[in-house]
């Protein structure tokens, strides 16, 4: 059935004569689809030339030589070769690949075919020309012969046609037949070139004398006179450029100042002109030349002049460049290297610009007094049920309004030793200090230590005694501890205010609110809001999904979404703000803490965020930054021989870490926290403290110095968790600091005690979240590896950081209390102590075995 289709497709066109050569083509598609078509070769017409008629299909003339043989007839096109028969058990991939083959095999046949008769006819074509060009020559040989003739006869009128009648009339004269012929009637030509036609021209005009060279011109032309055909007329005027290319604007320009030169002499030198130049403490050559307006060449040969060997991409110092300017009549304006940086230190606001601002209360005090649900009590909030070992770690921006619809922004700071970096910062930025008190424990280490910071910064103070509900509670015996360090509270005839409270109970809340808006009113708060803003970066982290960002708290101005900015060695564009609630804002104004995100990369606590003009700006100051850290962390300290001698001679043994933390407040507590624990006999080498999860670099660092890893709340990914595996690396997870140094603390002095082996039992996904209960809430959970078990530890984990550190309480399948759930199965759990559970979230769960240390 396919062959009598392919037959009805490829048959020929019916016709009563081959006018046409045809032939067949098969065309071969993707997914094994074929076509024959039928390609219709037309034969060469002969045109004449325009205007002449036809020429009859004539006989040819009789001439003395033998005529040429006639051409031969063109042969007929070949028939199509017959398809070979598909041989049996042929499966449709081979039949497509036999279709295809022979296409080709007929399309390169066809192709041949063709080219073989080009070449014939090619052959036939020039076979004719070389003959027609002898019959011209032998027609003007005897024309040539003739004319002769007549000249040397004597001049009788009547013999001439009585001579000329028989020459004609014998047909067996071989050879005046010819000659008589060629002068009546000139030889057929079956190929006429085609002249170009020649453009249009005026009427009057069109009378022009006929070519030198025109071989067809009548013999009588030869003689003409062509005296005139160098001379001017009116047509070749007209007619002079015509499909001549014309001359570019450059070219004429060149010809006029060229003429120009030469007949008014050299022409009057240009005035130079004198440019400011802007040079810095080092500049090449060629971009000095550049600045100058001046040729490289130039500036070199002055350099040469000096005596100084310099080519165009050496750099020369700002003397020398002073030099070159002044020789070449420019002048100079000397710049540096910190001209780049940004100074708003001098930069101060008129004070009819300025408006009040909200106040800016930092609170401070030891570690356990109560800091943080002072302010959940202020705010309303439970940020203590989340914090890990019921301890801040971090430092916290809120803002608060008050029953009065005034603004208060709040900044607690951690209360444990390690965080000194952050109680500093936060004193700094601050307008009041909240002195957090407990009033049944008294002034500890770093009450006084804030106590310090708060004198140094300079800014008032109010002393809050907290925990009033309690029965051991004894205020007064806390203002005469105050009085040590030189504090002097209104209750005693001093000038700081003294506010009894009680997180718990809401007794004194009031009372603190109204002495801070006292205090506030005194200090007379006030900024610009209509400037660029400028902010002081309270922490910073690297969040997985956000990317690089940074709690600030805007000084002055109001910073708006699409503001370009640098903060320390980093530079960014805000592409959105977020308050402390999680809202999305469009600008922050003055005293306003709120996360930025777009940075670059993750910036120290406590730089300066201000914003610029561009871009460009913005990675010119930060990459003016970034040199001068570099230069400050590669640079060597001064040395001599004692200093040498004793470094060899000491063995002091090394501590290698590497440590990850969650924000980079964290890491610098930790990092400051593991180098005081150094002593003489062995001192921490950080090598790498970072933000953010455990990467593969983390590992292959730790790996390649033997070292382990210190993860402070986050966790590795995926690669780095088979990394570990493959390498052994030693991880140490923790949420609380102190944990971290006393385990460090331990591990260096070898009194470890029992080692505590953490074995992961499985994971799981949580896919969705019930409440279970008035307060609890039930986790459905797809076990993907091992397998969970109830009474084991479990970490909860989002985006690798570590929400909450529990022990599952429930374990479910269906409606039944079980004991262990398998990978591949779906189960429910609640989990102790935590209800901050969200879709998307990780649980490992993981078993905890002491063992004896060994070293």
Do not use: W
Not at 71 to 99: C, N
Not at 253 to 263: D, F, P, S, V
Not at 620 to 644: C, G, H
């Amino acid at each position: 059935m396919s062959d009598d289709n392919d037959n009805q497709r490829t048959r020929k066109p019916l016709g009563l004569k081959r006018s046409v050569d045809a032939g067949e083509v098969k065309q071969t598609f993707s997914h094994g689809r074929t076509n024959k078509v039928v390609v219709e070769v037309k034969r060469r017409r002969v045109l004449g030339k325009p205007g002449e008629a036809a020429p009859p299909p004539a006989p040819e003339p009789v001439v003395a030589a033998p005529p040429p043989p006639p051409p031969p007839p063109p042969a007929p096109a070949p028939a199509p070769k017959p398809a070979r028969p598909a041989p049996a058990g042929e499966t449709p991939q081979e039949r497509v690949k036999r279709l295809q083959l022979e296409a080709e095999e007929e399309r390169l046949r066809l192709a041949e075919e063709a080219r073989k008769r080009e070449d014939e006819e090619r052959a036939r074509a020039e076979e004719d020309e070389r003959r027609r060009a002898e019959e011209r020559a032998r027609a003007e040989e005897e024309a040539e012969r003739q004319r002769a003739e007549a000249a040397s006869a004597p001049a009788s009128p009547a013999p001439a046609p009585e001579a000329a009648a028989p020459a004609a009339a014998a047909p067996e004269a071989p050879e005046a037949a010819p000659a008589s012929s060629a002068a009546a009637v000139p030889a057929a030509r079956r190929f006429t070139p085609v002249e170009r036609p020649e453009p249009k021209r005026p009427a009057v005009l069109e009378a022009k004398p006929k070519k030198k060279d025109d071989k067809r011109a009548a013999p009588a032309d030869e003689g003409k006179d062509n005296r005139r055909s160098g001379k001017l007329t009116v047509t070749r005027a007209l007619n002079e450029d015509e499909g001549r290319r014309a001359r570019s604007l450059a070219a004429l320009k060149r010809a006029r100042e060229k003429e120009r030169r030469g007949q008014g002499g050299p022409s009057k030198p240009r005035e130079k002109q004198v440019r400011d130049v802007v040079v810095p403490e080092a500049i090449t050559v060629s971009e000095l030349a550049n600045r100058m307006a001046e040729k490289g060449a130039d500036l070199v040969k002055a350099l040469f002049n000096m005596g100084m060997m310099v080519t165009v991409n050496q750099t020369i110092d700002q003397d020398t460049a002073e030099l070159l300017v002044e020789e070449f009549g420019h002048n100079i304006t000397r710049v540096s290297a910190s001209d780049v940086d940004i100074d708003t230190s001098a930069d101060e606001d008129p004070v009819e610009t300025q408006q009040p601002r909200p106040p800016v209360v930092t609170i401070m005090g030891h570690v356990d007094h109560g800091k943080t649900s002072l302010l959940d009590a202020l705010r309303g909030t439970d940020v203590v049920k989340g914090e890990a070992g019921g301890i801040t770690q971090h430092i916290g921006a809120y803002q608060i309004t008050t029953k009065d619809k005034q603004k208060i922004t709040f900044l607690d700071t951690p209360g444990h030793a390690a965080f000194t970096e952050m109680r500093m910062r936060g004193a700094n930025v601050t307008d009041i200090v909240i002195l957090v008190v407990a009033g049944d424990d008294g002034l500890m280490p770093q009450t006084i230590e804030a106590i310090n910071h708060t004198k140094a910064a300079g800014v008032p103070m109010i002393v809050a005694i907290t925990k009033s509900d309690k029965p051991e509670f004894n205020p007064q015996k806390i203002r005469e501890r105050l009085l040590e360090h030189e504090i002097v509270v209104e209750a005693m005839s001093g000038d700081v205010q003294d506010v009894e409270v009680s997180a718990k109970t809401g007794a004194g809340l009031d009372q603190l609110i109204e002495a801070i808006g006292l205090q506030a009113e005194l200090l007379e708060l006030k900024a610009r809001p209509d400037r660029d803003a400028e902010a002081t970066v309270i922490e910073a982290q690297l969040d997985k999904g956000r990317g690089p960002v940074a709690t600030v708290l805007v000084t002055r101005g109001t910073l708006k979404r699409g503001d370009t900015f640098v903060v320390g060695t980093q530079s960014g564009k805000v592409r959105a703000i977020v308050d402390d609630k999680g809202q999305q804002l469009k600008e922050a104004g003055p005293s306003m803490p709120v996360e930025v995100l777009g940075l670059g990369g993750v910036p120290s606590a406590g730089d300066n965020l201000t914003v610029v003009e561009n871009e460009q700006r913005a990675r010119e100051v930060a990459k003016y930054r970034q040199e001068l850290a570099t230069e400050k962390r590669t640079a060597l300290a001064p040395t001599n021989f004692d200093t040498m001698f004793a470094g060899l001679a000491s063995n002091v043994i090394e501590f290698p870490v590497v440590v990850k933390a969650d924000v980079q407040g964290s890491v610098e507590a930790i990092v400051n926290a593991l180098h005081n624990l150094s002593n003489d006999e062995i001192k921490v080498r950080v090598l790498n403290a970072g933000v953010g999860a455990i990467t593969e670099s983390d590992v292959l660092l730790a790996a390649a110095s033997k070292a382990p890893i210190i993860g402070f709340n986050v966790r590795p990914n995926a690669k780095a968790r088979d990394l570990v595996k493959r390498d052994g690396v030693r991880m140490m997870y923790y949420d609380v600091i102190y944990h971290l140094t006393d385990a460090v603390a331990k591990e260096m002095a070898g009194e470890l005690g029992p080692e505590r082996i953490e074995t992961v039992v499985g994971r799981a996904e949580v896919k969705q979240v019930f409440p279970a209960g008035k307060k609890d809430k039930a986790a459905g959970l797809l076990v993907l590896e091992g397998a969970i078990r109830k009474g084991l530890f479990a970490r909860l984990t989002r985006q690798d950081v570590i929400v909450s550190a529990t022990k599952i309480a429930s374990l479910r399948r269906f409606k039944d209390d079980v004991d262990e759930v398998r990978a591949g199965l779906e189960c429910g759990v609640v989990l102790e102590d935590t209800n901050d559970i969200k879709p998307g979230d990780n649980l490992e769960v993981f078993s905890v075995e002491e063992r004896e240390r060994t070293l």
